[in-house]
């Protein structure tokens, strides 16, 4: 059975950081694509970091750009995603979710499995 699980969620103050961790289990790594995806309360779900562990092929969100890094340690079977100078806007529950067939295109209908998710808040 696929599965993702991921950790690292909690509460920061605006500025801070946090990493998320997502193991994944269930299919082949190293040939697929993993993403984080976001939803906060009353909000669609977004995209926001996608990752190839084949070769490293990274995508970004505008948001997430310059202050999120997406990385795979491919001995683990686990992506991160370093979150740095957070914003109270990035308060959501974070997915990570994985794409099997590893097109690595950061919209969520590209990705067959879904983890549980993570909460992230973020106070001002």
């Known amino acids: 059975d696929v599965q993702l699980q991921a950790s690292g969620g909690g509460l920061v103050q605006a500025g801070g950081s946090l990493r998320l961790a997502c193991t994944a289990s269930?299919?082949?790594?190293?040939?697929?694509?993993i993403g984080w995806f976001r939803q906060a309360p009353g909000k669609e779900r977004e995209g926001v970091a996608c990752?190839?562990?084949?070769?490293?092929?990274?995508d970004y969100s505008n948001s997430a750009k310059g202050r999120f890094t997406i990385s795979s340690d491919n001995a683990k079977n686990t992506v991160y995603l370093q979150m740095n100078s957070l914003k109270p806007e990035d308060t959501a529950v974070y997915y990570c979710?994985?794409?099997?067939?590893?097109?690595?295109?950061?919209?969520?209908?590209?990705?067959?499995?879904w983890g549980q998710g993570t909460q992230v808040t973020v106070s001002s």
């Open positions: 990752i190839k562990p084949s070769d490293n092929t990274t």
């Open positions: 979710a994985a794409d099997p067939a590893g097109w690595g295109i950061l919209v969520a209908y590209e990705f067959d499995h």
């Open positions: 269930g299919f082949p790594f190293d040939e697929s694509a």
